[in-house]
């Protein structure tokens, strides 16, 4: 059975997206040309890959071709080697190097149907993105295809639909939103992909259909040619953009260091060594050069990036998330692989303040709602979500939900309304879903008192956003609310997305609420 499942996520603010994005068009000849270099790059990668082959079979063989078997040893029909390719002078019509695409539907003989004109207004419709609706990121999987998707979300209408995808050439492990291009121009919509490969991309969201990245991070080394590599040399498992001081974008690797890119001069500037493959790279919320990091050697560490000097606490197990309490500027919380929650105050040393088995196996993530103090949301491999108070050392979870979405990978809680939750896993099924977490009595009860307060960096916007979640309108909010209304939606709506789902990575299973391709009527 092929794997579908969510693999990151994160959210990107209101008014962040350009209301009408841009969107590649060539021309026929563009395309062509397009079409014949793509075509001359897949014939260098087949011929770079039949040399690697018939260089590993000639080091397995020492220069000698083993025998077929006969007849005589009961293989009369040499089964053994039934699938093996044989060798000719014939081309190989299914080498990826013949695939070839027509410039237009119109010089395809398979295609009969040729393109409307009159569907351009409503394209235009599909892919409006108003300053009001929020979009969310998610690294898919699906078989063997690899994909960023990125889902309009809009909590008026209580309506999620997918707005448009990027394919890539590597499982995505990680994404982070950034909009910091370059010291001369104006805040951009960008995301950084970290993933398989050692290098990081970069696209930007404002752009639909597009072939490649804006740009990347990092260069893998050309032995044939003598160019050496650039950045990471492994897989980058970990993203964390600054947004204090804008240029700079940190990444984690299984390589086991830490590099602090230069988004103007789009090089490593800095290299932080660890001990194992780093999981985890944060920002702290408030201090310009601390930086978070965790490996899983069991390492928390507090990086002086300007010192290149850390503090260190050593968990028991492989620390597979972590993140700075925004809300006290000395704590940290760690997630490991036994299922432990952390917390540690970074002024002491070495020892946690105190832990708690949150979950019975594997707590793959963690993350902090951006305006309520203590609630914490835990996901785990074993199925279920949790949420804590963690003002104090909890003894037991506020309440816990299983989505059937299986093992649960990621959550972010949405940046403008801080009760909404994402959450992705591996149910090929049902992979990824919104959930209120006010829906839940619990919640409710414990949180609904409790003011809301902005402690994070707010970063530029490209358009004004009007503030569909102010604090003291959702504070009043909470107020009001009963626990005999009926469940709310986002900044309590009724009813609300809570059970907007995802199915497939093409996006095209939603809920009922799902008003067509483009959400519009």
């Known amino acids: ?13 209101k008014g962040a997206s350009k209301r009408q994005p841009d969107k590649v068009e060539l021309t026929k000849e563009e395309l062509a040309k397009v079409i014949e270099e793509t075509k001359g790059k897949l014939r260098d990668v087949e011929i770079d890959s039949a040399e690697e082959d018939e260089a590993k079979e000639a080091d397995n063989s ?3 071709v083993a025998p077929r078997p006969s007849a005589a040893n009961g293989d009369a029909y040499d089964m053994e080697h039934y699938d093996d390719e044989e060798e ?24 009969t149907r040729q393109d409307s004109e009159d569907s351009d207004d409503s394209e235009a419709a599909d892919l409006e993105v108003r300053p009001d609706e929020n979009l969310i990121v998610s690294g898919q999987v699906d078989g063997d295809a690899s994909t960023i ?3 309009v979300f809009n909590e008026e209408e209580g309506s999620m639909y997918v707005h448009h995808d990027i394919l890539l050439g590597s499982y995505p492990i990680c994404v982070e939103w950034l909009n910091y291009e370059s010291a001369q121009s104006p805040p951009a919509n960008l995301v950084a992909v970290g993933s398989m490969s050692s290098v990081i991309e970069v696209w930007d969201v404002d752009v639909v259909n597009s072939f490649e990245p804006a740009y990347k991070l990092g260069r893998r080394p050309k032995k044939k040619k003598g160019k050496p590599g650039l950045g990471h040399t492994d897989a980058v498992l970990s993203l964390a953009w600054n947004r204090h001081i804008g240029h700079v974008l940190a990444s984690g690797s299984a390589d086991e260091t830490v590099l602090l890119w230069d988004l103007e001069t789009r090089r490593p500037a800095t ?4 001990k194992e493959k780093v999981q985890t790279v944060t920002w702290h919320p408030r201090e310009l050069d601390q930086l978070l990091s965790a490996d899983c050697a069991g390492d928390v560490r507090v990086w002086q990036c300007q010192a290149e000097e850390s503090k260190r606490w050593r968990l028991a197990g492989e620390v597979e998330s972590a993140s700075w309490d925004h809300f006290n500027p000395t704590g940290v919380l760690a997630a490991t692989d036994d299922g432990k929650l952390h917390y540690i105050d970074t002024r002491s040393e070495k020892k946690t303040l105190w832990s708690v088995q949150a979950h019975e196996d594997a707590c793959t993530g963690l993350v902090l709602s951006p305006e309520v103090a203590g609630l914490l949301v835990t996901i785990s491999s074993d199925r279920t979500l949790k949420v804590w108070d963690v003002l104090d050392q909890p003894e037991q979870p506020v309440t816990q939900k299983e989505f059937k979405l299986g093992s649960l990978h990621c959550a972010a809680f949405c940046p403008d309304l801080p009760w909404m939750l994402c959450v992705g896993g591996d149910n090929k099924e049902n992979v990824f879903r919104l959930w209120d977490v006010r829906d839940s009595d619990e919640v409710r009860r414990r949180f609904g008192g409790r003011p809301l307060t902005r402690v994070l960096p707010e970063p530029e916007m490209t358009e004004a956003a009007p503030a569909a979640m102010e604090t003291e309108a959702a504070a009043a909010q909470l107020e009001e609310m009963s626990l005999e209304t009926a469940q709310p939606g986002p900044s309590g709506a009724t009813p609300g997305p809570s059970g907007a789902q995802l199915r497939t990575t093409t996006g095209k299973k939603l809920n009922k609420r799902h008003k067509g391709k483009g959400g519009r009527r």
């Not at 059975?1 to 603010?13: E, L, P, R």
């Not at 290299?271 to 660890?274: A, D, E, K, R, V």
């Open 149 to 151: 998707v990125f889902h």
């Open 62 to 64: 020492n220069g000698d």
């Open 88 to 111: 000719g002078d014939g081309q190989n019509v299914l080498a990826l190097g013949q695939l070839a695409r027509y410039a237009s539907n119109a010089e395809d003989p398979y295609v």
């Open 271 to 274: 290299t932080l060594h660890c």
């Open 1 to 13: 059975m092929d794997a579908c499942f969510v693999s990151c996520t994160t959210w990107i603010k």
